[in-house]
């Protein structure tokens, strides 16, 4: 005998959580994957997991066709099934009902993981990437990647409504963006390139057409440090916006976190339960220490930092502690940002930047951005940067290139943040880093 089925003109008529007890008495197609098989005294249980969650199917030896009994012998946990049949009230069934076959599908078999999904000991979290796609049926990670489909959607709802253009903009790249290091080399046909730290550059650019853009998309970082914290490719959420200035990207910014927060709260409380976690409070509006102001407090903690040093390792730990939730550190020294941020004006030694923090972790980083040409090309002499190889770039800036500033944030460190994971690999579907390119 075949042990597998083929699709062929079967398609579902509902989902797992649609079976209840208003549907009692009605023909139904499901599909899903077993992830329970329990026999008791001639009677076979199948728990079958969806997209939405679990129904059983009770399979009765002597009442159900012989066919369906013998199906149901050769499948375990894992199993990809269709399942046609009737509902059927029974309390002690999820959501009050279960489906009582009258034909089965056995559509792939499935061998035996090497750990189990349903609880227990869990191995490494590297042996669990070895086999994501496996690891990905757990409940947790189920509810981790519901609230990022939450929260993807309440962030385009935020921009879309707001006025903001959605781009794509090159991954491909013939310059750095964010400066020399961290940057992946690749051949293009035979020449060199890179893949994109940012898309900062185009994102600059496309004010001068679109005045609001945004994007979320795939950042590339040689990182070279294996952290909790860092991946190789993260997924950026850009924005770019004209005629503003930081302190109003700081506001769109803080619109964006507390609107997603909020939607994931409203949206994904089951999903918090069985992380056993509470949304993230967000505090009514968000601290604005300058950076001098940090590093007087750092200060007056420990000697020998001063204007100008950056604030790394245990100091952002103990600011981390000092201030908590959300908080940004703004007005950095010129010196140490990028060559696009903007100096202020009058008061050139200090940018109009800023980090968004998050206890000790960086969510994201802006700021206002240099409009002159003449001015760019400075900045990039004192980074010791080339201006010849961002001729493109600057040649945008000969045609009225307006004010602009904008915002870089990690999709994944706010998805730490929302979820309360410590490890950044737990909310990225395919994380890399320096020793991961696999699965
Ligand atoms: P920056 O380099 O600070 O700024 O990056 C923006 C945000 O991206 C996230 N991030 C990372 N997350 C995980 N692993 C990494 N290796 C990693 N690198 C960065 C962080 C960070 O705050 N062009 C500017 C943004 C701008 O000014 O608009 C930029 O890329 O959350």
Same mark, same amino acid.
């Given at each position: 005998?075949?042990?597998?089925?083929?699709?062929?003109?079967?398609r $579902?008529?509902?989902?797992?959580?649609?079976?209840?007890?208003?549907?009692?008495?009605?023909?139904?197609?499901? %599909?899903?994957w077993?992830?329970?098989?329990r026999?008791?005294?001639g009677?076979?249980?199948?728990?079958v997991?969806?997209?939405?969650?679990?129904?059983?199917?009770t399979?009765?030896k002597?009442?159900?066709s012989?066919?369906?009994v013998?199906?149901?012998?050769?499948?375990?946990?894992?199993?990809?099934?269709?399942?046609?049949?009737t509902?059927?009230?029974?309390s002690?069934?999820p959501?009050?009902?279960?489906?009582?076959?009258?034909?089965?599908k056995?559509?792939?078999?499935a061998?035996k993981?090497?750990?189990?999904v349903?609880?227990g000991a869990l191995?490494?979290?590297?042996?669990?990437?070895?086999?994501?796609?496996?690891?990905?049926r757990? @409940?947790?990670a189920? #509810?981790? %990647?519901k609230i990022?489909?939450v929260?993807?959607r309440?962030l385009?709802?935020f921009f879309?409504?707001?006025?903001?253009?959605e781009?794509?903009s090159?991954?491909?790249?013939s310059?750095?963006?964010?400066?020399?290091?961290?940057?992946?080399?690749?051949?293009?046909?035979n020449r060199p390139a890179?893949?994109t730290?940012s898309?900062?550059?185009?994102?600059?650019?496309?004010?001068?057409?679109?005045e609001?853009?945004?994007e979320?998309?795939p950042?590339?970082?040689? !990182?070279?440090? $294996?952290t909790?914290r860092?991946?190789?490719?993260i997924?950026?959420?850009?924005?770019?916006?004209?005629?503003?200035?930081?302190?109003d990207?700081? @506001?769109?910014l !803080?619109?964006?976190?507390r609107?997603? #927060?909020?939607?994931?709260?409203?949206?994904?409380a089951?999903?918090?339960?069985?992380?056993?976690?509470?949304p993230?409070?967000?505090?009514?509006?968000?601290? $604005?220490?300058?950076?001098?102001s940090v590093?007087?407090?750092v200060?007056r903690?420990? !000697?020998?930092?001063?204007?100008?040093?950056?604030?790394?390792?245990?100091?952002?730990?103990?600011?981390?502690? #000092?201030?908590?939730?959300?908080?940004?550190?703004?007005?950095?020294?010129?010196?140490?940002?990028?060559?696009y941020?903007?100096?202020?004006?009058?008061?050139?030694?200090?940018s109009?930047s800023? @980090?968004?923090?998050?206890g000790?972790l960086?969510?994201?980083?802006?700021?206002?951005?240099?409009?002159?040409k003449?001015?760019?090309?400075r900045?990039?002499?004192?980074?010791?940067?080339?201006?010849?190889? %961002?001729?493109y770039?600057?040649? #945008?800036? @000969?045609?009225?290139?307006?004010?602009h500033?904008g915002?870089?944030?990690g999709l994944?460190?706010?998805m730490?943040?929302?979820?309360?994971?410590e490890n950044?690999?737990?909310v990225?579907?395919?994380?890399?880093?320096?020793?991961?390119l696999?699965?």
């Open positions: 005998m075949k042990s597998e089925d083929e699709l062929g003109d079967w $579902r008529t509902h989902y797992s959580t649609q079976i209840t007890p208003e549907l009692n008495s009605r023909e139904v197609t499901l %599909f899903g077993v992830s329970s098989v026999t008791q005294g009677i076979t249980f199948l728990i997991n969806d997209k939405e969650g679990s129904f059983q199917v399979v009765v002597g009442k159900t012989g066919e369906v013998e199906k149901v012998a050769a499948v375990g946990e894992h199993a990809s099934i269709g399942v046609k049949g509902v059927k009230t029974i002690k069934a959501n009050g009902a279960e489906v009582v076959p009258s034909e089965i056995v559509l792939n078999l061998k993981p090497a750990f189990s349903f609880g191995p490494s979290i590297d042996k669990r990437l070895d086999i994501r796609a496996v690891d990905l757990r @409940d947790k189920q #509810a981790l %990647f990022q489909r929260l993807l309440s385009r709802a879309d409504e707001k006025g903001y253009s781009v794509r090159p991954k491909l790249i310059t750095a963006t964010e400066g020399g290091a961290s940057l992946f080399s690749v051949l293009y046909y890179f893949l730290q898309p900062q550059l185009y994102k600059e650019e496309l004010t001068l057409p679109f609001k853009v945004y979320i998309g950042a590339f970082r040689a !990182e070279e440090s $294996r909790q860092h991946l190789s490719e997924t950026s959420i850009d924005i770019e916006e004209a005629y503003v200035d930081y302190n990207v700081m @506001d769109t !803080e619109g964006l976190i609107r997603a #927060a909020s939607e994931v709260a409203d949206s994904c089951r999903d918090f339960e069985k992380l056993k976690k509470e993230v409070q967000v505090p009514k509006a968000f601290e $604005r220490l300058t950076y001098e590093i007087e407090e200060k903690k420990r !000697e020998g930092i001063s204007w100008g040093d950056d604030i790394t390792g245990p100091d952002v730990e103990e600011l981390g502690k #000092a201030h908590g939730s959300f908080y940004f550190v703004v007005d950095w020294p010129t010196a140490a940002k990028p060559f941020i903007k100096p202020s004006p009058g008061k050139p030694k200090v109009e800023f @980090d968004l923090m998050h000790a960086e969510l994201a980083s802006g700021g206002t951005r240099v409009e002159s003449a001015v760019l090309v900045r990039l002499k004192e980074q010791k940067l080339k201006p010849q190889a %961002f001729e770039h600057l040649s #945008a800036f @000969d045609y009225g290139m307006p004010p500033a915002f870089g944030l994944e460190r706010l730490m943040v929302l979820t309360g994971e950044i690999r737990e990225t579907l395919f994380p890399r880093d320096k020793l991961r696999t699965p």
